[in-house]
């Protein structure tokens, strides 16, 4: 199918031309459908374009998430690849109507007061609608295409048997992990297909920036949203791909390149929570305000997360390379298993190194964070660095920022712009208050834990005493004798250290009378030490 697709847009040729794919010229040259085949007149970018709507949603993805880097893409093919963000061919007006009486059970016009049965926007998993409900409130009405879980189910079955061949093939495979890949891929797309999810995605997304004079969230009207619809407020702005536009208005351009980054980078490390498909035809600007311009986003079906580990390391990461201290950056990859534990740290700080002094020696506004990427990746190579599955989305989607920002003002200083954030939430982290906070939030956790010791060590008794019955007597008793101990030195440290915290919360929260919580410090102190392990 992919390759009737590829020949019928005339792509035969840039897929013989290209070096990786040679190997399947004989295929192309050996098919049927070559044979005669008119060549389209239309240029190369809309060949490419076309093939890729042919194609299916997952196609469109890449086609949406490459559009992004107008600084690597051929003007043409750029400018192409952008008309998938949101100028897909709709479905036609009368479906649109039947799927609503298909949802609710009564037509558009009881429904809502107000449905625009001809397409506001198209992309490639579902489309919107204008419309006004019955309480006056302007809305857009989002639909899933027909037929789009089937056709993505089918594009995941050939991504799966690519990965599967380069798994069994490509000696690069145990690195890269291509089904893993794959796999992560596929959570994220079929997210998509459940507006109900995309619906609490938007709801906690306007939550963590209620207020912000930075993005505006609009607001979802749950009671009309269900697994295949979604209806949410309807915003009036500026695509932010419009320059000229945004020229007319006067806006602040400088400004919103580096509000652009600035949001994303506390979406990941404050909020850990980040819209994750920000392409252009998903971000509109208010410029009622040009001097403080103001994002507005929709389209919320992918968003991600980062576990509080990956999270912490890359900020570590950004932060040591933002300061050039290579041994830092060496010793994180190490300590955080995205390199083998045998690798020396040295000779990955000499690495890291080599690559990347060339590349600050520019000024900090010529410096891609793409290029950063490619660079290091030859590192990983050498290195047998296992690709992170779960941070492929966060690489793309920073990718993606940096290409917008750029291309609204290209002396955008990407790391100048990230740094502060990233440095107050690590000192944030780091903070007596912020960590007492934390503990107080653990508290319940904590209580439990204190609350199943002594189960746990019964349990662990229990165990002890069950000794293999076949060792001869003087070697059970000894071990049933050693493992009794431990259990009394583990039970007494468990004891110790929850006694601890609780004089810290005690002190802390500087809670009458004050020589409790010293005593309970003293106790913990008895604890610990006679918890300690001997022989």
Known sequence: MIQRVLVRHGLDDLILSTHLLRPFRFIFLLSPWTWGQRKSKEPMAVRIREALQELGPVYVKFGQSVSTRRDVLPDDIGEELAKLQDKMPPFPAEEALARIQA??????????????????????????????????EEIVVKLLRPGVRKQIESDLEVLYALAGLARRYWKEARRLRPVEVVAEYEKTILNELDLMREAANASQLRRNFLGSDQLYVPAVYFDYCRTNVMVMERIHGVQISDM???????????????????????????????????????????????????YAAVDFGIVGTLDDRDRRYLAENFLAFFDRDYHRVARLHVDSGWVPSGTRVDELESAVRTVCEPIFNKPLKDI??????????????????????????????????????????????????????????????????????????????????????????????ERVTDTDAHNDAVQRRYDRDRMLRWARYRYLAFTGAATLLAAVLFVGQQAQPAWLGWALGGLAGVLLYAGRPRG
Not at 106 to 123: C, G, I, K, T
């Open 103 to 136: 949802i609710y059970g009564q037509p558009a016009s009881e429904v809502f007061a107000e449905f625009d049965s001809q397409a506001l926007a198209a992309a490639s998993i579902a489309q919107v609608h204008a419309g006004r409900l019955h309480s006056g």
């Open 244 to 294: 000229d536009s945004l020229r007319r208005a006067g806006t602040d351009i400088p400004k919103l390149a580096a509000n652009g980054v600035e949001i994303f980078f506390t979406q990941v490390f404050r909020h850990n929570f980040f819209h994750a498909d920000m392409h252009p035809g998903n971000i509109f600007v208010d410029v009622k305000d040009p001097a403080n311009p103001l």
């Open 368 to 461: 891609s964070f793409g290029q950063v990427l490619v660079q290091l990746f030859s590192i990983a190579r050498a290195f047998d660095m296992e690709i992170q599955p779960q941070l492929v989305l966060l690489q793309k989607t920073l990718l993606n920022i940096e290409g917008l920002g750029r291309q609204l003002y290209p002396e955008l200083d990407l790391w100048q712009t990230g740094q502060p954030v990233l440095r107050e939430w690590m000192e944030e982290r780091t903070d007596p208050r912020e960590m007492l906070r934390r503990i107080r939030q653990e508290l319940p956790e904590i209580r439990y834990m204190v609350d199943q010791l002594p189960a746990a060590a019964r349990r662990l008794m």
